[in-house]
Nanobody, 118 residues
């Protein structure tokens, strides 16, 4: 089992910055991919950014503005969000995929609200 706890959300004006952090605990040795997803009101949850073994992937909507980073020694993953736009407003969820004997298992944090005012 893996537990994920996010922090760092809040209210910011358009053009501002926020940094989200996620701390993993439990069977962290089994974690493969870590990343961030978001869900805006009335919309489906969507990928924001993923990282695995030094590879980073971003959604087109955040490329050049968001940066994902991972500290394997501390079992954390962070998301630096710059040049925020009102359309970035959403609940952001930390995600981890771990390898188990029965296949990959996906874990989610509780989510943290990010609100960008215009």
């Amino acid at each position: 089992q893996v537990q994920l706890v996010e922090s760092g959300g809040g209210l910011v004006q358009a053009g501002g910055s926020l940094r989200l952090s996620c701390a993993a605990s439990g069977s962290t040795f089994s974690i493969d991919v870590m990343g961030w997803y978001r869900q805006a009101p009335g919309k489906q949850r969507e990928l924001v950014a993923l990282t695995n073994v030094g590879v980073r992937n971003y959604a087109d909507a955040v490329k050049g503005r968001f940066t994902i980073s991972r500290d394997n020694a501390k079992n954390t993953v962070s998301l630096q969000m710059n040049s925020l736009k009102p359309e970035d407003t959403a609940v952001y969820y930390c995600n981890a995929v771990s390898n188990s004997a029965s296949g990959p298992v996906r874990y989610w944090g509780q989510g943290t609200q990010v609100t960008v005012s215009s």
